[in-house]
């Protein structure tokens, strides 16, 4: 079945065997745009950019979906809605790390999907084939890398099925449209013409890293950020860090050229901060979640950074733990887990769970070095686990129930510790240690050195 309806608009007309398309403008320059499939409605709308041309004079749009497509009119009851969730995090996890390929080979087009991966990360792909059920792994051991491939044509039909419901957000998005646009044309065209090889010959020239144009219309546009997206995109272009061996941290880095996809993680990130469920008290005193952002001059990487410890609690934590990881930065995330409760709860400001942060900070920041074992990983990971759960068995220094900022906790604890604390003071003089050192604290020994010693005053030494 073919039927495709443009008004007031003019642009090649496609016929895919299964696809129906109707594009509508309105006066404004909004065109709405249904996909219908065999599985249902699709409803996307595509905002018409003017004054860009490709090569080809083709339009380029920016689409967004207007509303959750899945609810609205998309047919509950396929395939590729059964797991809903998973999809949104596979359409995060491609746009971090997918690839849209198309190879042209005298007359034959061939369109392929492709994940590529380190081969530590094998599971992710297993878990990926097996819950899409299409495509192939292949593993390549010489150098250590495995991936995820998808050529055949009812495998790349669900590919493209799957990001025009569930939509990308970087400039990935513009490869899939040139992808899905080269797979209209072979869909229509058993054998194609000159014309239209010579078009995909185009798209095929102006994708992926040769691509120069990036732009599109996004005043209207506002990107609407997935949980689930952003957890699969977290575990390809996330950062789950510690600085310095005390401070946390989260970091989404990429591209400048997606500019308007990091505007959108910033504002979901922000909205975070209003998701005050699991607050213990009235009175939320945590301020709200900021986000900061920096540029790589070089590479024209952005990267978005929370590093405060309250959001990282209080807004962040609740949504991964509620997430379902499929990769290794799980792992990483279990790790940073530990730190970030040491902290927060004040174990960090005593010895064994300060030893205990430093341990997992070390094993964060050189887990994915060639130099350590995956074995002897694995072991360190489970000795810190265990030490992490008899410390928590302990009372805990600081009271999280109060949903005071940590600063104000840790102030409260190092002026209830100071009287109390014995410190060790040595004073010297000329003729060495003087009588009563050390003293237990500086006003004791400040006042013996009152009696002893005249002006000069010897030199306090440690
Ligand atoms: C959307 O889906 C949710 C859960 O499946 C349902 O409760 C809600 O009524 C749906 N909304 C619409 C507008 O269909
Ligand atoms: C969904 O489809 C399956 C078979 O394809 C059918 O057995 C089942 O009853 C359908 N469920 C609903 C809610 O329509
Ligand atoms: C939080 O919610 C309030 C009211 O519900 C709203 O005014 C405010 O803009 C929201 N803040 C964010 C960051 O979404
Ligand atoms: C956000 O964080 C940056 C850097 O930590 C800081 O300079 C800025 O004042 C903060 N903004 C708000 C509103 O807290
Ligand atoms: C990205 O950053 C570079 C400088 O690093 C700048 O020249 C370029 O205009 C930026 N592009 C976008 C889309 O902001
Ligand atoms: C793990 O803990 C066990 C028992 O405490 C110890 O013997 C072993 O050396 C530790 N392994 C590593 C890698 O630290
Ligand atoms: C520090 O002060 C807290 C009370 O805020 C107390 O419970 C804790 O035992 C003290 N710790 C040390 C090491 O003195």
Not at 63 to 79: G, L
Not at 405 to 426: C, D, G, L, M, Q
Request: hydrophobic fraction near 35%.
């Amino acid at each position: 079945m073919s039927i495709i309806i443009f008004r007031d608009y003019t642009l090649d007309t496609y016929q895919g065997d299964d696809i129906v398309q109707i594009l509508l403008q309105s006066k404004t320059r909004m065109i709405t745009y249904l996909c219908l499939n065999d599985v249902g409605i699709t409803l996307l709308l595509f905002i018409f950019v003017s004054g860009i041309k490709n090569k080809m004079g083709l339009r380029k749009f920016s689409s967004i979906t207007v509303r959750d497509t899945q609810n609205e009119s998309f047919n509950n009851n396929n395939s590729v809605n059964k797991n809903n969730e998973f999809l949104h995090w596979f359409s995060g996890f491609t746009d971090a790390e997918g690839n849209f390929l198309i190879s042209i080979d005298r007359n034959y087009v061939k369109l392929r999907f492709k994940i590529s991966l380190h081969i530590d990360d094998l599971k992710v792909l297993q878990v990926i084939q097996s819950n899409l059920n299409i495509g192939r792994i292949t593993v390549e051991e010489v150098r250590s890398r495995c991936s995820f491939i998808v050529e055949d044509i009812s495998g790349i039909n669900t590919i493209c099925s799957i990001f025009n419901n569930y939509p990308l957000h970087t400039s990935k998005k513009l490869d899939f449209q040139d992808f899905y646009e080269a797979l209209l044309i072979r869909t229509k065209e058993k054998i194609i013409s000159p014309t239209n090889l010579e078009k995909i010959l185009c798209l095929k020239n102006g994708m992926n890293s040769k691509r120069e144009i990036f732009t599109y219309d996004i005043t209207k546009s506002q990107i609407i950020i997935d949980p689930n997206w952003f957890i699969g995109f977290m575990e390809g272009e996330g950062t789950f860090g510690i600085k310095t061996g005390s401070s946390l941290y989260l970091q989404v880095a990429q591209k400048n050229t997606s500019q308007e996809c990091l505007n959108g993680i910033t504002n979901y990130l922000i909205a975070l901060s209003n998701n005050t469920k699991y607050f213990h008290t009235q009175s939320n005193k945590i301020l709200p979640l900021n986000v900061t952002s920096a540029i790589n001059a070089k590479t024209s990487v952005v990267s978005l950074v929370v590093s405060n410890i309250d959001a990282l609690y209080y807004y962040i934590l609740p949504l991964l733990d509620e997430s379902k990881f499929y990769s290794r930065k799980f792992e990483d995330f279990k790790l940073w887990r530990m730190a970030l409760i040491l902290k927060i709860r004040g174990y960090y400001y005593t010895l064994e769970g300060k030893n205990l942060f430093l341990e997992i900070s070390e094993i964060l920041n050189k887990r994915y070095s060639t130099t350590v074992s995956s074995e002897n990983v694995k072991e360190i990971i489970n000795n810190i686990s265990k030490k992490f759960e008899d410390i928590i068995k302990k009372d805990s220094p600081f009271d999280i129930e109060l949903d005071i900022p940590h600063t104000e906790n840790v102030r409260k604890f190092s002026i209830a510790n100071r009287s109390e604390k014995p410190k060790t003071v040595y004073i010297y003089t000329n003729e060495g240690l003087i009588e009563g050192s050390p003293f237990t604290s500086y006003s004791a020994a400040h006042f013996n050195l009152l009696g002893i010693v005249k002006y000069p005053f010897p030199s306090l030494k440690h």
